[in-house]
């Protein structure tokens, strides 16, 4: 059968409204704004398969990307090797290792025809070369600070002799932390017009018009489509009608800034009006996002692509937008709002409607979708370290559960083991252990109180990773020197 691969970065799995998305809903409404909707995200898992209880096997952005290409483990970053020129510098941040299959390899020499359309932007840095096994291949440019267009063209935001900044920062410590990314944003964004000019828009028509291109072979079920959007990560600034959803009526520059890009770390440089809008703006990103996708869902049913093709939508990780007085992604910060991820799959022979409570991996998506394919000879135990979730999505035997889960960001690690919740640095350092019966919402650190049970998970920990976890000096810094906010 086809498969469609859809990855959204630092999607939030309580924004969106198959999950329940009941603290993000309230939180809006009572300040005045909607609740959290996503109903195309909530039709795909009502015509497939929702997992509660899916977690990236490691992160950020790159050593996600590594795994959901290969199906292998980036944890525990024991290779890591810094790329020259690279945007970011992270244990686990760099290319697929040569001796590893990917996915689109894999089903290239099964005879299928592969595509990859992303904007996702680290896949545009010098020496990151994740194309490999595609056929075509197509690269928004633009997030972020992509180095794309000339700087000048900032100037648009700002007008004549005008700060193209001031809209967008909350004082002057905002302002030098993201004045070289805010800057180079704004000049690339400069030329947008409609909705259709945005970003997450751009990857969804193309990706629609690749299978319309493709999709007489898409009835024999040969079309293998990674669509992989940076939306909703920061940047957010998605059309205003959006926002408007969430926070009416508010102004920038009477209310506070147009905060659509936090300095991670803790969350006390916003004022609460401001926190509102950037939550809001996240959440119009979101919605936009749930939108486009809704018309790629669309133009698979219209091309008759439906009842022979796996859908796959999957996050990579969440983003921290104040809880725990936090904004960002951040290691030592594992908390559910950033490992805890949405991941939902249509199988043309599963059963809707469907939750599945096990502990499942990102990863195992690779096997799940070569299943799908019917590639011949692969042994997933020899080839890929994920699980196929098939049996999950058909209710047919043969699934086996994991007793726990290991995941890192940079020189911290992640356990989940039955009830506990262990967050600590790779050395042992700065544990935060959790019970959840007791503390769903992760308030209370009991290492203090329970060190034996501390020394138990990470041992598990270790045991995991094959020895001690690396414990890489090198701080995570731009290409520029700087470092990230």
């Given at each position: ?62 050593p ?23 945007i ?10 040569h ?12 005879g ?16 990151l070369n ?22 000048s ?20 410590r905002?302002?030098?932390?993201l ?8 000049a ?9 000019d ?27 489509l990674?669509i992989?959007?940076?939306?909703p990560?920061?940047p ?7 926002v408007?959803?969430?926070d ?10 147009d905060v659509?890009?936090?300095?991670y ?48 939508f ?32 249509r ?5 809707p409607g ?7 991996y990102?990863?195992?998506i690779v ?41 890192a ?17 790779v ?11 007791d ?9 203090g ?11 598990l ?19 520029d ?5």
């Open positions: 059968m086809n498969v469609i691969c859809i990855v959204a970065d630092s999607l939030r799995k309580d924004h969106v409204g198959c999950y329940g998305t009941t603290a993000a809903s309230a939180w809006f409404t009572a300040r005045g704004g909607a609740p959290v909707q996503t109903p195309n995200l909530d039709r795909l898992a009502a015509e497939g398969t929702l997992f509660e209880r899916a977690y990236p096997e490691s992160l950020p952005t790159v996600v990307r590594r795994a959901l290409h290969t199906g292998r483990r980036a944890f525990p970053f024991r290779d890591w090797r810094p790329v020259k020129w690279d970011v510098y992270l244990p686990g941040w760099q290319p697929i290792p001796d590893q299959d990917t996915v689109a390899e894999r089903l290239a020499r099964a299928y025809r592969t595509a990859f359309v992303t904007d996702t932007l680290p896949y545009f840095a010098p020496g994740f194309t490999r096994g595609f056929h075509q291949w197509h690269f928004v440019r633009g997030q972020q600070q992509d180095r794309y267009h000339s700087l063209r900032a100037a648009a935001f700002g007008g004549p002799d005008a700060d193209p900044l001031a809209r967008f920062v909350t004082g002057p905002h302002r030098e932390r004045r070289h990314t805010l800057t180079q944003y704004l690339n964004v400069s030329g947008r017009r409609a909705e259709e945005w970003f997450a828009p751009r990857v969804y028509r193309q990706a629609m018009r690749w299978l319309e291109e493709n999709h007489e072979v898409g009835r024999e079920g040969r079309l293998f990674l992989d959007h940076f939306d990560h920061e957010w600034d998605p059309p205003r009608h959006y408007e959803l969430y009416p009526g508010y102004r920038p520059g009477r209310d506070g800034a659509i890009h936090p300095m770390g803790v969350a006390d440089w916003l004022s609460e009006a401001e926190l509102r809008h950037l939550r809001a703006n996240y959440a119009g990103e979101v919605a936009m996002v749930d939108h486009w996708l809704g018309r790629l869902l669309d133009k698979i049913d219209v091309l008759g692509l439906r009842d022979n093709t796996l859908v796959v999957i996050s990579d990780h969440g983003h921290l937008l104040g809880e725990h007085g936090l904004v960002g992604k951040l290691g030592h910060a594992l908390y559910p709002e950033l490992i805890d991820i949405p991941l939902l799959i199988h043309p022979n599963g059963k469907r939750r599945v409570h096990e502990p499942v990102n990863l195992d096997p799940t979708m070569l299943a799908a394919a019917g590639v011949p000879g692969t042994t997933w135990g020899d080839a890929v370290d994920g699980r196929d979730l098939t049996p999950l999505l058909t209710g047919a035997d043969g699934w086996r559960s994991r007793q726990y889960l290991t995941s960001y940079g020189t911290f690690a992640w356990i989940q083991t039955g009830d506990y919740v262990l967050n600590a640095g050395d042992g350092a700065q544990p935060r252990l959790i019970v959840l019966h503390d769903p919402g992760h308030e209370r650190n009991l290492a109180e329970r060190p034996d049970l501390v020394r138990e998970l990470f041992a920990l270790r045991d995991d990773a094959g020895g001690d976890l690396p414990a890489y000096e090198r701080p995570m810094t731009y290409a020197g700087s470092r990230p906010t």
